[in-house]
C-alpha cells in the first residue's frame, strides 16, 4: 500500500524567506508523486509532478520539489515567500497502475508580512 | 481559468430533496472523478469514470449516484441526503491512471 505523510499541519514563514514543507512517502514500487496546491474557495490546482525522470523537478510559481529515494521523500520548496502563496498544500502519490490517488493530510502555508 | 466546469457553485437542500452536480471538460480526458472534501481535510474519492465507465466506487451510500453521459459530462445525482454529507464536491479528469488531476473549483453543498 502507498502511503504519503505531511510533517507539520501549519507553516509560518516571512515574506521573502524560503519555503519548505515536508513530504515523505511509502511505496512498494517507483511512486509518481504530485504536489498540489489549493486557495481558499477554488480546487486543487498540480503545481509539479515526479514521474522518474529528473529528481528534481521544477513546477509552477517558483516552486520545486526534489525526490529522494534513500530518504523516501519529496519535500516542497521555494526560494522567497509571496503573500500570494498562502493556500493549502496537498502531497499526493498515485497507486500502482489505478485512478487512485492517495493526498496527504495538507499542510497551511502562512506568509508574514 | 479553470479547465473543469462545475456547477452550481453552491447548493443548499433538504434532506428530501433531489438534485445533482454537473460537471464538464474538453481536454479530451478519459478519466473523470468525484471527491468529497470537508474543511481542512483533503479530498475523498468517491467514484471514478474511465471511458464513460464505473472504475472505482469508494464504498459510496447509495444516496449519492454518479452517472457519465459521455466523455465531456459527468454528473452526481444526490437523493436523501444527511447533513453530514454538506461539504464541497470537487470533479476531477486526468487522460489517464496515474496521470496529474485537473480540478473544478467545486460544488460547496449544504444539507438543511
Known amino acids: 500500500a502507498q502511503s504519503v505523510t505531511q510533517l507539520g499541519s501549519h507553516v509560518s514563514v516571512s515574506e521573502g524567506a524560503l519555503v519548505l514543507l515536508r513530504c515523505n512517502y511509502s511505496s512498494s514500487v517507483p511512486p509518481y508523486l504530485f504536489w498540489y496546491v489549493q486557495y481558499p474557495n477554488q480546487g486543487l490546482q498540480l503545481l509539479l509532478k515526479?514521474?522518474?525522470?529528473?529528481?528534481l523537478v521544477k513546477g509552477i510559481n517558483g516552486f520545486e520539489a526534489e525526490f529522494k529515494k534513500s530518504e523516501t521523500s519529496f519535500h516542497l520548496t521555494k526560494p522567497s515567500a509571496h503573500m500570494s502563496d498562502a493556500a493549502e498544500y496537498f502531497c499526493a502519490v498515485s497507486n500502482t497502475g489505478g485512478f487512485k490517488t492517495i493526498f496527504g493530510a495538507g499542510t497551511r502555508l502562512f506568509v508574514k508580512a | 481559468d479553470t479547465e473543469v466546469t462545475q456547477t452550481p457553485k453552491h447548493l443548499v437542500m433538504g434532506m428530501t430533496n433531489k438534485k445533482s452536480l454537473k460537471c464538464e471538460q474538453h481536454?479530451?480526458?478519459?478519466?473523470m472523478y468525484w471527491y468529497k472534501q470537508k474543511a481542512k481535510k483533503p479530498p475523498e474519492l468517491m467514484f471514478v469514470y474511465s471511458y464513460e465507465k464505473l472504475s472505482i466506487n469508494e464504498s459510496v451510500p447509495s444516496r449519492f449516484s454518479p452517472e457519465c453521459p459521455n466523455s465531456s459530462l459527468l454528473n452526481l445525482h444526490l437523493h436523501a441526503l444527511q447533513p453530514e454529507d454538506s461539504a464541497l464536491y470537487l470533479c476531477a479528469s486526468s487522460w489517464g491512471p496515474r496521470q496529474p488531476q485537473h480540478f473544478g473549483d467545486g460544488t460547496r453543498l449544504s444539507i438543511l
Open positions: 515526479y514521474t522518474s525522470a529528473a529528481t
Open positions: 481536454m479530451g480526458h478519459r478519466a
